[in-house]
């Protein structure tokens, strides 16, 4: 099985519940590179505990095409325009941004339960 190396940006409500639904398929082809939150929420501190590298946007662009997804579950505008930008100046046309429409099909597909839905907040581009 090919593996895929991820990252997820946002560990708030959604991105919390989500890092725990990759962490419980980590023996499935996903190999979770890096985190990247700026709060202190329950998810950072879930990441830190399993041993998880912690980045900010820049350290994550820098890694270049050894990430194949990165899953922006911040749900902010900016941060999404930001990854794109960077991903682009950087020249990386490997790696892909997921959105949270993204993680909810996924999440679906594991069979997953409880992925929290934020009111009024846009999840595509």
Known sequence: MEQQNIAI???GRVG???LSGV???AD???NLVCVAETGETPGKAQAVAANIRLVDIDQLIALGDELDIVFDLT???AV???LRAKLAVSNNHH???ATESVARLIW???GGDGMPVIEGRKTSY
């Open 9 to 11: 940006v946002g560990l």
């Open 16 to 18: 919390s519940v989500f």
């Open 23 to 25: 962490l419980l398929k």
């Open 28 to 30: 499935s082809g996903i």
């Open 75 to 77: 749900g902010l505008p």
């Open 80 to 82: 999404r325009r930001e």
């Open 95 to 97: 790696t892909v941004i």
């Open 108 to 110: 679906t597909f594991i």
